[in-house]
């Protein structure tokens, strides 16, 4: 049973940072593409950050500087570690599992919020 359980958010001042865990059960963690996607009341889900199972990464350009994905295989947890952090970022940030890119397995989320 494939699960991915997000930890770490919560609220936090414009300039702040936070880290992100989603910790992994249930596949081969290592052999897999793992992701970050966030979604704003209103708005659609959109890619924040990607790392593909070499340790590759790639960002959305709005994050790209501020925010940092990795990934411990021994623990099997991926991160997403948080700086700088703006009104805008707030969002429900979810991990996803990816195979060649794409989504296919979503956690829960886990609820970033920005004040100003």
């Known amino acids: 049973q494939v699960q991915l359980v997000e930890s770490g958010g919560g609220l936090v001042q414009t300039g702040g940072s936070l880290r992100l865990s989603c910790a992994a059960s249930g596949f081969a963690f290592s052999i897999y593409g793992m992701g970050w996607y966030r979604q704003a009341p209103g708005k659609q889900r959109e890619l924040v950050a990607g790392i593909n199972s070499s340790g590759r990464t790639y960002y959305a350009d709005s994050v790209k500087g501020r925010f940092t994905i990795s990934r411990d295989n021994s623990k099997n947890t991926a991160y997403l570690q948080m700086n700088s952090l703006k009104p805008e970022d707030t969002a429900v940030y979810y991990c996803?599992?990816?195979?060649?890119?794409?989504?296919?397995?979503w956690g829960q989320g886990t609820q970033v919020t920005v004040s100003s």
């Open positions: 996803c599992r990816q195979s060649l890119g794409v989504p296919n397995y």
